[in-house]
């Protein structure tokens, strides 16, 4: 009794110790933050009454827990993959009641499934956190570690900080592409829609780096009409839904354009170019090349491609996620997110421009 007693009391003193000894960032210590949609969001939505959801089984089967999480994947995501890289805990999700205390200092992800650029993006999810929102609790996040850390050492812990931006798949397929003569696809032509859309999130990107962001890759649309969901909606043999792929050619080069003239402009490479075009038409040409059994058909899922509906109990289930590219019919699995996350590491400029995330992380901690 006493002695455990005596164990508790210095068990205190050592972890009061260890809490005041790292209450400030180590210099090395790099922070994370996440923005974005459902393909980096760690489990925002399960704090939220939507439908864009992924807390139930079978998501998170390979998840070290084995359990759902939120995340929509059958295992880690990209964030936790980046977080790996980093050699840091994977960042938690702003809802969570665990991010607290010292946790803060890791970053944080404020992202949310069905979200995207513009406000009427996913409405059909109801409650769902939009960027403006998003961004409300990046400035809510570093009032609280200001209390924590003090008010410069945040601001330092911020602009060194690594962030992630995965925004705009949604702005297609939960909007424009959503449903025939939907309210956008009847204001606008695609290239007048793409044009828009890109001109609203250079407003979100100038409003990330006005809140101290000084590093940030964004990603662009992979080929979305190559994914399960949409070669079950709109292919007969296979091929891509063109609608689709157009918007995502047209969309990409924009994107790229306008990273670059808000970089010109700062005078800094703050935002990195992710070419998830590229990236995921590389297994989605030669899937076998990556160990792929398929590249069309989700793991999960059901009807043609697994690709109708939703990632439940009741779906078909692949015994060996190893061997798809998409866990669901709209999402990669683990291994293929690996792939990704490798690719932006040591990608040439042809996948990662100016710099790939090795670079980055190696120029960044020498600051
Ligand atoms: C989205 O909503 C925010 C805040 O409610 C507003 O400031 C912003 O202008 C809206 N964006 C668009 C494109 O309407
Ligand atoms: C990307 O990463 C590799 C391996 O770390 C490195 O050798 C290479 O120079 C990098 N390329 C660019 C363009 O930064």
Redesign the pocket.
């Known amino acids: 009794m006493a002695i455990s007693t005596l164990y508790g009391l210095s068990f205190t003193l050592v972890s009061l110790f260890l809490v005041l000894g790292t209450s400030f960032p180590r210099a090395n210590a790099r922070a994370f933050f996440v923005f974005g949609d459902s393909l980096v969001d760690n489990g925002n939505n399960n704090y939220l009454v939507t439908s864009a959801r992924a807390d139930a089984p079978p998501y998170g089967i390979d998840y070290p827990t084995h359990r759902p999480t939120g995340r929509f994947s059958n295992g880690l995501n990209m964030p936790d993959l980046i977080s790996q890289r980093m050699g840091a805990e994977p960042t938690l999700p702003y809802l969570s009641p665990q991010l607290r205390g010292q946790r803060l200092l890791v970053g944080a992800n404020f992202a949310s499934a069905g979200i995207g650029i513009?406000?009427?993006t996913g409405v059909q999810f109801v409650n769902i956190i939009?960027?403006?929102l998003q961004f409300e609790y990046f400035r809510q996040y570093q009032q609280r570690v200001s209390a924590l850390i003090g008010v410069s050492q945040t601001k330092k812990l911020v602009n060194n900080a690594l962030v992630l931006m995965t925004l705009g798949g949604n702005d297609f397929v939960n909007n424009y592409f959503l449903i025939p003569y939907s309210a956008r696809s009847r204001q606008y032509s695609l290239p007048n829609y793409v044009r828009f859309i890109i001109a609203?999130y250079k407003k979100i990107l100038t409003q990330l780096y006005n809140l101290g962001a000084r590093r940030v890759l964004i990603t662009g649309t992979g080929p979305l009409g190559c994914v399960p969901a949409e070669l079950a909606q709109h292919s007969r043999n296979g091929e891509c839904a063109p609608e689709l792929q157009r918007a995502a050619e047209l969309y990409n080069p924009q994107l790229y354009q306008m990273i670059d003239d808000l970089n010109s402009k700062i005078g800094s490479h703050v935002f990195i170019n992710v070419n998830s075009k590229k990236m995921h038409s590389d297994f989605i040409n030669d899937p076998a090349a990556f160990g792929f059994v398929s590249s069309k058909i989700a793991c999960c899922g059901q009807g043609p491609y697994n690709g109708l509906g939703l990632c439940t109990q009741f779906s078909n289930l692949c015994s060996n996620r190893e061997l798809y590219a998409f866990w669901d019919p709209f999402h990669p699995s683990e291994k293929a997110n690996r792939i990704i996350v490798e690719q932006m590491m040591t990608g040439s400029t042809e996948y990662m421009n100016p710099m790939n995330l090795s670079t980055i992380l190696a120029l960044d901690s020498q600051t």
């Open positions: 513009l406000n009427d939009r960027m403006p609203e």
